[in-house]
């Protein structure tokens, strides 16, 4: 399948533990996408654990300030605030098992059940408009009310970069099938299903204007990052000349990064990603800007059941998000990883778990099943 840009022919993940010297397991996930896990496996090992080893784990503020401030010459963006994640959720984790609470009620705890919605609507060869509503149809007969589909994989737009992606020719449509697309959708589910489209930053500011007015017109839910993230001024001129609210952007990393797409209202719903944007310590402050700023926070939720876990904690701790992406491809990475999995009920409602920490455990026998390297350990030297 392909999104408007990247070809997904497998799924990756990297997921981590941390264990304290009386016997707590804390997990996390760290986000690889763009790149091999290897390549973040070794700043958690070789820059960031020797950080952590030896040190009191119920302070995740303190170790995430260790974490970044002595990386601070590799920036802020990338690599290094996608590896602190799933430090950081990890510490999270064992913070609420050592409080013996849920992590959710740790944060705050502002609700206990939250309404998924369907994060779906790939491209694939052969699967055309009608094959697309066909699609977001099942997920509304399953109980969903929000669906998200992709758009923008168009070979005819400007300054689309998908030339030089991988499998640049796969699944390609132009605008206008494009748009007749999202319209199948529409008219399949007709008016009360909240659909939302996605261009994983595939557009420039006019070709999303072009599509907007169409979403518009549609009662789109909202746009999903519809420029490149570094184009502020364009999704800022979006935000204003669209109905439709601007989301994103999960390709943004860090506390200022994010500080300043709120600042230029280049989004009207702002998406962290807890493994990917730095980890739940910097999530919580983003949240918090948003809050200030008056907008929602639908987290980036596209991985293994440790994001989903992770995520779902966040979301059900905030007063200001409402709504839990729920991949409806098939993972066996988010369906087998865990003891207990985590599913949404006939009316694409999700409980949240009530275990301390994280309420989750990973299955070791799964995750030997699926290694593609051993995994690496670090210890602490002893005194
Ligand atoms: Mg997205």
New binding site residues.
């Given amino acids: 399948m392909a999104?408007s840009l990247h070809y997904i022919g497998s799924r990756t993940a990297l997921v981590l533990e941390i264990t304290t010297d009386d016997g707590l397991v804390g997990i996390g996930e760290s986000a690889i996408y763009g790149g091999p896990a290897s390549v973040v496996e070794t700043v958690i090992h070789d820059e960031l654990a020797p950080r952590l080893l030896g040190q009191d784990p119920t302070q995740p503020e303190r170790l995430w300030a260790r974490m970044t401030s002595a990386s601070h010459q590799h920036g802020d963006g990338g690599i290094l605030p996608a590896s602190i994640s799933g430090l950081d959720i990890a510490l999270w984790d064992l913070l609420g098992q050592r409080a013996g609470l849920p992590l959710w009620r740790l944060l705050g705890g502002y609700r206990n059940q939250v309404q998924a919605y369907a994060?779906a609507g790939f491209y694939m060869e052969g699967k055309d408009a009608a094959g697309l509503a066909d699609e977001v149809r099942g997920y509304v007969d399953r109980g969903y009310r929000h669906a998200?589909i992709k758009v923008g994989r168009t070979e005819d737009t400007f300054m689309n970069p998908l030339v030089d992606m991988e499998s640049p020719d796969f699944a390609l449509v132009d605008l206008g099938e494009d748009l007749r697309r999202v319209r199948a959708v529409r008219e399949a589910v007709g008016d009360d299903v909240h659909v939302m489209t996605?261009a994983?930053n595939a557009w420039t500011a006019s070709t999303a204007l072009r599509a907007g007015r169409e979403y518009d017109r549609l009662g789109i839910h909202w746009f999903?990052?519809p420029v490149p993230t570094e184009d502020r001024a364009g999704s800022a001129a979006l935000a204003v000349e669209l109905d439709c609210p601007i989301?994103?952007y999960?390709t943004q990393t860090g506390l200022p990064g994010f500080r300043d797409l709120i600042a230029a209202r280049a989004v009207d719903i702002v998406?962290p990603d807890v493994i990917w944007s730095g980890g739940i310590t910097p999530c919580r402050r983003i949240a918090a800007l948003a809050a200030a700023a008056g907008l929602p926070v639908v987290p980036?939720v596209?991985s293994t059941a440790v994001s989903l876990a992770a995520n779902l904690h966040f979301i059900a701790a905030l007063p200001n998000s409402y709504l839990l992406?729920f991949d409806q491809n098939p993972n066996s990475l988010r369906t087998e990883l865990l003891d207990r999995p985590i599913e949404p009920d006939a009316r694409a409602v999700v409980t949240v778990p009530e275990g301390p920490g994280l309420g989750v455990k990973l299955d070791h026998e799964t995750l030997r099943a699926r290694a593609t390297a051993p995994p690496r350990t670090s210890e602490a030297a002893s005194a």
């Fill in positions: 999104d994060s998200k996605d994983n999903e990052e989301a994103g999960e998406q980036h596209f992406e």
